[in-house]
Structures are given as C-alpha cells and as structure tokens.
C-alpha cells in the first residue's frame, strides 16, 4: 500500500545540476519526516537530506551543504532534491525513505541513479 517511486536521475557533467523527485502513495508526506539516502557504487549508504512533516525544518550532510536542497509539495505528495554543482563524488544511487505507521515501518523507494561524469 505504502510505494515511494523516485525519479529524475540521469548523468550529469560536474558542475551541473538535476532535481529528483519522490512520489508518495498510500500516505501522506505531510504526515512524516521524510530523508534522502544515496548509496555510491561499491559504498555503504550516506544519509543526504531530511525534512520535517511540515516542511518547515530541513538538515544536510554536511558534503552536500549549500549545493543541494530538499523540498516538498503536500498537493502533489511529493518529495524533491535539487542539486547543484554536482561532483563526481555525488555518483550514486539516490532513494527517498520514511517511516509509517504506528510501528514506523521503514518504507524506501527502489532508487533513481546519478552519474556525475565528464
């Protein structure tokens, strides 16, 4: 019931920019907080970004500070990140995450990929 569909990736030159999306079904993203995750080739998972329920409350990593921002629309039950100034570091496989529930069931969408490269 609860599906969170990422999308928007692609390959990008450094430098350049992209805005991923995250379209909640089965919730509402007003209703929780909401993050993104990236997952390099080869790496580990690194927490990008989250927002509070009421998208009034926003924190970053601190390797993506002051180039990427994340927003929400409650109409459209949708979740972005805007990047800017991309480096190749930033090559990853990016998903959108939650909690719902009253067992706060962990939920992540399948991912979108980002390729930073000249």
């Known amino acids: 019931q609860v599906q969170l569909v990422e999308s928007g990736g692609g390959m990008v030159q450094p430098g350049g920019s992209l805005k991923l999306s995250c379209v909640a079904s089965?919730?509402?993203?007003?209703?929780?907080?909401m993050t993104w995750v990236r997952q390099p080739p080869g790496k580990g998972p690194e927490w990008v970004a989250a927002?509070?329920?009421?998208?009034?409350?926003?924190d970053y990593a601190d390797s993506v500070k002051g180039r990427f921002t994340i927003s929400s629309d409650n109409a459209k039950n949708t979740l972005y990140l805007q990047m800017n100034s991309l480096r190749p570091e930033d090559t990853a496989l990016y998903h959108c995450?939650?909690?719902?529930?009253?067992?706060?069931?962990?939920?992540w969408g399948q991912g979108t990929e980002v390729t930073v490269s000249s």
């Open positions: 995450g939650t909690r719902t529930g009253r067992a706060r069931t962990v939920v």
């Open positions: 089965g919730f509402a993203i007003s209703t929780e907080d």
């Open positions: 927002i509070d329920d009421d998208g009034g409350g926003t």
